[in-house]
């Protein structure tokens, strides 16, 4: 049997799913629901181009052709529950979300029978995968959004890597898409770059995936509920009398407190220190100081820097000591805050203000 250069990347694409799949499977952390959607998506990936190529090799069967386009209504899924799973603190597998798997299985039991989807009805497959793509990417944007107003810190919450997995998937859906319906996309020897996306979306998902923290700081049900409530409740200009009761309460709180220097800071944290629940703390801080909660925290560290590095501990004294010490855990957040409200870099404002 003759082994073609195109064929080789799927090879790869294969040992390479099935590899990474039993190493989530086997992991014992704290992230097995994650892990297990993961899995799931790379044994599917695993699972069609195990078909493709016995069909390059004229190896497949009737129902094994008539599943090549079937997996695709897995994936879509996969990837949306894998997504929510990494936002949320207790995310649960529950049945409800095998729902969204009911047009998989009707079309895996529908080429069971013999009937092949792909030729007349394959544009569904496309709508499919850009809808979960599309509600993956909103869940995210709106996560960020949430983790805004009620974390003070993005180190271990953000999931800017988790966009650009995504996005890497949409590439090579979009490719997958011109490649049918347009012009080839194979590149020299006839490797596909479709295969190459897919291979670099494996490895991406994949390091990105175990490196993710085991305790993971993501979002509770009241967290999104205080983001829901703060767009859909107009906020008032003016505070009445028990507002203006509570701000001065906040004010004076931060003022003699460093609790803003725990770098996990919440606000539910900072709502039980000072017996204001979530949603009307989160409410204040927006509507009468302008601010989310993220940006309410991170300006008091900021001056608190300033003043640290105005008169340091001791001469040794570095600027990263002053950073960790304040409550940033990122040295690039931290210079890119420091000089929006300063106009200076740690260092300069070091420089010019140090007292003698």
Partial sequence: ??????????????????????????????????????????????????????????????????????????????????????????????????????????????????????????????????TYSTLAILKVVTYRKIVKETQSSLSRTDLVWLQWTIIIFCVALLLDMVD?????????????????????LINWMFYKGLKQPQIFLGITALDEAVFME?????????PDTSEKQDLEHIQGFMRNSDLYTDPELSLRQLSEQLQIPPRRLSYLINAFLGQNFMGFINNHRIEKA??????????????????????????????????????????????????S
Wanted: proline share 3%; hydrophobic share 50%.
């Fill in 1 to 130: 049997m003759t082994i073609y250069i195109a064929d080789i990347i799927p090879f790869i694409i294969i040992l390479q799913s099935i590899f990474f799949a039993l190493v989530l499977l086997t992991d014992k952390g704290s992230k097995k629901v994650s892990n297990s959607y993961l899995a799931s998506f790379l044994i599917m990936l695993a699972l069609q181009f195990t078909v493709m190529l016995n069909d390059t090799y004229g190896t497949a069967n009737i129902f094994l052709s008539a599943t090549l386009c079937v997996y695709g209504f897995a994936y879509g899924p996969l990837l949306y529950l894998y997504s929510r799973s990494l936002m949320y603190r207790k995310f649960r597998f529950s049945f409800l979300q095998l729902a969204h798997f009911i047009p998989f299985v009707i079309l895996l039991l529908t080429a069971a029978l013999g009937y092949s989807f792909c030729g007349r009805f394959g544009f569904l497959l496309y709508v499919s995968l850009l």
């Fill in 180 to 200: 049918q319906l347009f012009w080839s996309t194979d590149l020299i020897a006839g490797v596909s770059s479709i295969h190459i996306m897919i291979l670099l």
């Fill in 230 to 238: 703060k767009i859909k409740a107009p906020l008032k200009t003016t």
């Fill in 306 to 355: 300033k003043s640290r590095l105005q008169h340091p501990k001791d001469k040794g004294e570095t600027i990263l000591e002053v950073m960790y010490e304040v409550g940033f855990n990122s040295k690039s957040s931290f210079n890119t805050l420091f000089k929006q409200k300063t106009g200076m870099t740690p260092s300069e404002y070091k420089k010019k203000n140090l007292s």
